[in-house]
């Protein structure tokens, strides 16, 4: 039983438009969220976080959202651009330090 | 030069033989890991080592054995190879666990 869910394999946006990635988790004791990025022939790199005490965080064209009520979170990326193609990974773990679990991940492609 | 080095990039071996993937960084972080990622399921945690004294197994650590040998190296071995066993395989490091980590760019290793 997955932990963390990426129910989309993939998606296609137009370039300027937004990307809008989603995940969902069953584990309620989850706190903190991350979200990775991956290009072929490299390993995942961090993009941005989130902890359970905000709904919001931002890092330039990067926001992630948070709904605890609903164990779900999204990526927007706003405007997406064709360097923004990758498969994005979804990471979560309680807060204690405990090790992170990773959602199957969602491959974006963002069309010029 | 890459903080998190993995050696080989590839590789393709025969069924029982004995394989060893090796990793090695220069962030001086304590915490290492290794993962396993197969299509639509993503990273899967193998085994984890909070420093050189402390090794633990992950979700998938059944085929698998790790050593490490200093701060800085944490090899991966599969002591009799098996076609299942045919994967992406990831180390990371991270300064503690509830920290992003930081990933080589993997091995794909194939077993016939």
């Known amino acids: 039983d997955q932990q963390v869910k990426q129910n989309s394999p993939s998606l296609s946006v137009q370039e300027g438009r937004i990307s809008i990635l989603n995940c969902d988790y069953t584990?309620?004791?989850?706190?903190?969220f991350l979200w990775y990025k991956k290009y072929p022939a490299e390993g995942p790199t961090f993009l941005i976080s989130?902890?359970?005490?905000?709904d919001k965080n931002e890092d330039g064209r990067f926001t992630v959202f948070l709904n605890k009520s609903a164990k779900h979170l999204s990526l927007h990326i706003v405007p997406s651009q064709p360097g923004d193609s990758a498969v994005y990974f979804c990471?979560?773990?309680?807060?204690?330090?405990?090790?992170?679990?990773f959602g199957p991940g969602t491959r974006l492609s963002v069309l010029p | 030069d890459a903080d998190v080095t993995q050696t080989p990039r590839n590789r393709i071996t025969k069924t029982g033989k004995r394989i060893m993937l090796e990793c090695s960084q220069t962030?001086?972080?304590?915490?290492m890991y290794w993962y396993r990622q197969d299509p639509g399921l993503g990273l899967r945690l193998i085994y984890y080592?909070?420093?050189?004294?402390?090794?633990n197994k992950g979700e998938i650590s059944d085929g698998y054995s790790v050593s490490r040998q200093a701060q800085a190296k944490f090899s991966l071995s599969l002591e009799s190879a098996i076609p299942n066993q045919t994967a992406l395989y990831f180390c990371?490091?991270?300064?503690?666990?509830?920290?992003?980590?930081?990933f080589g760019d993997g091995t794909r290793l194939s077993i016939l």
């Open positions: 990371a490091t991270s300064v503690a666990g509830d920290q992003p980590q930081h």
């Open positions: 584990n309620s004791m989850f706190d903190y």
């Open positions: 989130i902890s359970s005490i905000k």
């Open positions: 990471a979560a773990s309680p807060y204690y330090g405990q090790n992170f679990v």
């Open positions: 962030k001086g972080h304590d915490r």
């Open positions: 080592s909070f420093d050189v004294k402390d090794i």
